[in-house]
Every structure is written in structure tokens, then in C-alpha cells.
């Protein structure tokens, strides 16, 4: 069975800091990873994904994610963070051929002046 | 949010009510999601559909019951039986050609029961 691990309720980083939420995930076969953001009763809106290719993949509004197979982890990253940022984030992880994502618990960002 | 639409935003019921909760999309998407959202619990599944007139059930489809009759539309009925129906719900559809896999969202429907 697929899962997907946000270790971190809340990430608090000050503006201007990198900020990083992490994702590790356990699929079969190879894994196919996204982030999505969501803000206050609103859908999930899609940030980034990696299927194949370079293990360093970016996204929207600066965001980045590194995959590590070897540590089966897909951490979402940002060089200098905004206050706009502060959303809730969710990894989602899929693969074996199936296209049935599984996501994880979210991570609440925090960005503060 | 763009091309997937839910209706309504905000849903209250009664309980011992069904109450079918709307979703359309017009991206030309084959597959269609349903998942619930609890706080601190991430997006549960609740039944797909990857194709008309056929879906599945996800990991949480006791008390829900969806129907597929076409590409556009996935609609999702929370019946009586579902024991704590209150709860954010998200539509999703994704395009099952080339290596896309990502899912769209639509902005969802918070449904509260009493």
C-alpha cells in the first residue's frame, strides 16, 4: 500500500529565511510525487511534480522539490521565503501504474515578518 | 480552481438527509476524484472514475455513492448511512494520456450536518 509521511504539523520560518517541508513516501515501483498548496477554504492548487529526469524539479512561485530515492524522500524547498507563503501543504505520492494519488497529512507554513 | 467547478460552496443538512454534492469539469479529463478533507487528516478517498458509466470505490466509500453518467460531471450523494457526514469535500479530475498524472481541484464544499 501507498503512504505518504509529513513529519511536521507547522514549519515557522521569518521572511527573507529558506524554508523547507518535508515528504518521505513508500510506493511501489517508481514514485510519482506532487505538492500542492491550499489556502482557506479553497481547493489544493498544484505546485510541482516529478515523474522522471532530474532529481531537482521547479515549480510555481519559486518553490522547488528534491527527489532522493535512496532516502525515498521529496522535500519541498524555497531560497528566501514570503509572508504570502504561509498556506497549508500536502505531498502526494502515486505509482505501480495506477493513477490513484495518496497524500499526506499537510504541513502548516508559517511565514512571519 | 480553474475548469472544475463544485456546488455549493456551503451545505447544510439535517440529519437522516441525503444530499448530493455537484461536480463538473470541462478539461476533457477522463478520470474523476472524490476525497473528503478532516483537519489533521489530510484528503481521505472516496471513489474514482476513470472512465464513464464505471468508478471505484477509494478507502472511504462506506455512506457515499457516486454516479458517472458522463465525462463532465462526478456526483457525489452523502446518504444517511455515513456516520459523521461533516466535512470538507474536494473534487478532482485528471487527464489519463501522456504522463500528466497530476490531479486538478476544484475550490470544494463544506457540508455541515446537524
Known amino acids: 500500500a501507498q503512504s505518504v509521511a509529513q513529519p511536521e504539523d507547522q514549519v515557522n520560518v521569518a521572511e527573507g529565511n529558506p524554508l523547507t517541508v518535508k515528504c518521505t513516501y513508500s510506493?511501489?515501483?517508481?514514485?510519482?510525487l506532487f505538492w500542492y498548496v491550499q489556502y482557506p477554504n479553497r481547493g489544493l492548487q498544484f505546485l510541482l511534480k516529478?515523474?522522471?529526469?532530474?532529481?531537482l524539479v521547479k515549480g510555481s512561485y519559486g518553490f522547488e522539490a528534491e527527489f532522493n530515492k535512496s532516502q525515498t524522500s521529496f522535500h519541498l524547498k524555497k531560497p528566501s521565503a514570503l509572508v504570502s507563503d504561509s498556506a497549508l501543504y500536502f505531498c502526494?505520492?502515486?505509482?505501480?501504474?495506477?493513477?490513484?494519488?495518496?497524500f499526506g497529512t499537510g504541513t502548516q507554513l508559517k511565514v512571519e515578518l | 480552481d480553474g475548469g472544475i467547478t463544485q456546488s455549493p460552496k456551503y451545505l447544510f443538512r439535517k440529519e437522516g438527509q441525503n444530499v448530493t454534492l455537484s461536480c463538473e469539469q470541462n478539461?476533457?479529463?477522463?478520470?474523476m476524484y472524490w476525497y473528503r478533507q478532516d483537519p489533521g487528516q489530510g484528503l481521505r478517498l472516496i471513489y474514482y472514475?476513470?472512465?464513464?458509466?464505471?468508478?471505484q470505490k477509494g478507502d472511504i466509500a462506506e455512506g457515499y455513492s457516486v454516479s458517472r453518467e458522463k465525462k463532465e460531471s462526478f456526483p457525489l450523494t452523502v446518504t444517511s448511512a455515513q456516520k459523521n457526514p461533516t466535512a470538507f469535500y474536494l473534487c478532482?479530475?485528471?487527464?489519463?494520456?501522456?504522463?500528466?498524472?497530476?490531479?486538478?481541484f476544484g475550490p470544494g464544499t463544506r457540508l455541515t450536518v446537524t
Open positions: 478532482a479530475s485528471s487527464s489519463q494520456s501522456g504522463r500528466s498524472y497530476e490531479q486538478y
Open positions: 510506493v511501489s515501483g517508481n514514485p510519482y
Open positions: 516529478y515523474i522522471t529526469g532530474d532529481n
Open positions: 502526494a505520492a502515486g505509482g505501480g501504474g495506477g493513477n490513484k494519488l495518496t
Open positions: 478539461l476533457n479529463h477522463d478520470a
Open positions: 472514475s476513470q472512465i464513464v458509466n464505471d468508478f
